[in-house]
């Protein structure tokens, strides 16, 4: 059994180029960072949890919620196969029991915030929003797109950001590992964006940097259901 089953929807992904030194810190044991065409990458990630299962049991008023993150881009190569996935900086949800489970069982690094989120679709548009509040300071990123589905392209730059199926984390002197099942997703157009978020107090000031850095591309992505399976140490 998946240790985890819901929807992730509505996942806007926005994307900055970096120094690879900054993230080197936080590379887990066995792992490489993944480049795309020679450059490194962090992305900002909003979505929502959708009818959210935990061992097969939706746990009441733990069903939906929003979670923003920062993630980094790394590789595992073992008996020549080669598995792409990502590393989680910070993951914010408004649930401390998500947080508590997260952290414990699966070494990541969650923190509990208020949040919040505006989805508004309309026929040709949408608007889509998150939030979260940190030393009462709301934070949002939030984009515009084109109400029209389009599938990713090959070897594009959609398709790195988004198509890492595996997770790692940093677990004293081992990495947990585990894999991220979910079908190839498709995206909306975007066409405006806006970021407000205060890098240093929702991450730290290794990040801070961010603040004056235009994205260098920022996608919204519909997703779809997805399992997380249990994991691994190595």
């Known amino acids: ?20 030194s900054v993230l080197k810190p936080y590379l887990p044991l066995g792992t490489d960072l993944d480049f795309f065409e020679g450059n490194c990458y962090v992305s900002v990630v909003g979505f929502m949890f959708l009818n959210t299962r935990l061992l097969g049991v939706k746990v009441p008023f733990h069903v939906n919620f929003e979670e923003v993150n920062l993630r980094f881009y790394v590789k595992k190569e073992k008996e020549g196969e080669i598995k792409r996935g990502v590393v989680f900086i910070k993951e914010i949800v408004p649930k401390a029991a998500i947080t508590f489970v997260a952290n414990t069982i699966y070494n ?9 989120h505006l989805w508004n679709l309309k026929k040709n548009k949408m608007n889509i929003t998150y939030k979260w509040k940190i030393n009462n300071e709301w934070n949002s990123i939030e984009v515009e797109a ?30 947990t590992e585990y894999e991220v099942k979910h079908p190839k997703w498709e995206f ?22 961010l603040r004056n850095q235009k994205p260098t591309s920022v996608f919204l992505l519909e997703g779809s259901e997805v399992s997380v399976e249990n994991k691994v140490k190595f």
Do not use: C
């Not at 990541?108 to 919040?116: G, P, S, W």
């Not at 599938?151 to 002197?173: D, L, M, Q, T, V």
């Open 146 to 175: 084109l109400n029209n589905l389009e599938k990713i392209e090959k070897k594009s730059e959609i398709e790195f950001i988004a198509e890492h199926y595996w997770g790692y984390s940093k677990n004293n002197n081992k990495t």
């Open 108 to 116: 990541e690094n969650y923190q509990t915030l208020e949040m919040k």
């Open 1 to 20: 059994m998946s240790f985890l089953r819901a929807e992730w929807r509505k996942l806007i992904m926005i994307n900055y180029e970096v120094n690879p």
């Open 188 to 209: 909306y157009p975007v066409i405006n964006h806006k970021i407000d978020v205060n890098f240093l107090e929702t991450y730290n000031k290794d990040f801070l940097f």
